[in-house]
């Protein structure tokens, strides 16, 4: 059996990297690995899901600058969703271009070690298990930490509002939003610590 499968009828959720001290520690552990560490920064700096992460091509990020939008069509949904590359997701696909100097414009950005087929997202959501165990991070870790790291660093960092994050997410509520960065409890547990 897999163990990466919940039993049937359980609900098992997957957990944001919640400290930024580990997130700047898995940097600096896969730096020397261009596609992991392209991987991880484009995760938590684009809230891709990860099938959509998986399927960016060498061409669609090529001619790219800091600032530009990347328009990809979500597997999921099938909507076109826009992202704006920051800095960090930028210099990390260069860096990762740079070794793939090779590569088709149609050749997938995040390849396999063999070959130029694309990650898959089991092998995608084994990577950040195993790169979250290697710093003893303790939780249910997975593809979706990369997207739910996102969201909760834009909230709780940078006060992102929620309605911001609902339309970056795609979701169509805000409790939505709220279960899904499973910070609504805090927030409220938080609020009633206010004292009048």
């Known amino acids: 059996m897999n163990k990466n499968h919940p039993e049937a009828g359980s609900i098992i959720s997957v957990e944001p990297i919640r400290n930024v001290k580990d997130i700047v520690t898995i940097k600096k552990m896969l730096a020397g690995n261009a596609r992991d560490y392209a991987l991880f920064v484009v995760g938590i700096n684009t809230a891709f899901r990860a099938s ?42 260069n860096a990762l271009l740079a070794t793939l100097s090779d590569a088709a414009d149609t050749d997938p950005l995040f390849q396999s070690r063999k070959g130029s087929k694309a990650l898959t997202v089991p092998t995608l959501n084994n990577l950040v298990k195993a790169w979250c165990e290697a710093i003893n991070l303790h939780g249910n870790y997975g593809s979706h930490t990369l997207r739910k790291t996102f969201g909760l660093h834009q909230r709780i960092a940078f006060n992102t509002d929620i309605p911001t994050l609902m339309t970056m997410f795609g979701h169509s509520t805000q409790k939505q939003t709220l279960h899904y960065l499973g910070i609504q409890a805090d927030e409220v547990r938080d609020a009633y610590m206010n004292e009048l």
């Open 52 to 93: 959509d992460l998986l399927a960016l091509s060498a061409g669609a990020v090529r001619h790219l600058s800091p600032g530009d939008t990347l328009a990809v069509r979500e597997k999921k949904t099938g909507k076109e969703r826009r992202v704006t590359l920051n800095n960090a997701a930028y210099t990390a696909i």
